[in-house]
């Protein structure tokens, strides 16, 4: 079984920074791409960033030049610093991995939990 945890969210003003966690477990074989997603109220959810093995990254439009997304392929975690927010980043975070398993080795889509982020104007 592979678990994905975020951690990071919370309460800040505009113009403030966070910083996102989202580290995985369980029986993992490989980890492929990862993306963070995020939806706001009444919103579809929404692709934030992406990042390879390689560390290849991709963002929203909305969100370049001011997050950035980053992992640590020897703890199995993966990152989004947050700067310059606005409160139209308020939304849950959802953490995405194409995981392969140990048990099985097959690649699946794993999610977390998600994790408020809150942008007070």
């Known amino acids: 079984q592979v678990q994905l945890v975020e951690s990071g969210g919370g309460l800040v003003q505009t113009g403030g920074s966070l910083r996102l966690s989202c580290a995985a477990s369980g029986s993992i074989s490989s980890i492929n791409s990862m993306a963070w997603y995020r939806q706001a109220p009444g919103k579809q959810r929404e692709l934030v960033a992406s990042?390879?093995?390689?560390?290849?990254?991709n963002y929203v439009d909305s969100v370049k030049g001011r997050f950035t997304i980053s992992r640590d392929n020897v703890k199995n975690t993966m990152y989004l610093q947050m700067n310059s927010l606005k409160p139209e980043d308020t939304a849950v975070y959802y953490c995405?991995?194409?995981?392969?398993?140990?048990?099985?080795?097959?690649?699946?889509?794993?999610w977390g939990q998600g994790t408020q982020v809150t942008v007070s104007s």
């Open positions: 995405n991995g194409d995981i392969r398993s140990r048990l099985d080795l097959r690649r699946r889509d794993y």
């Open positions: 990042i390879t093995t390689s560390g290849s990254t």
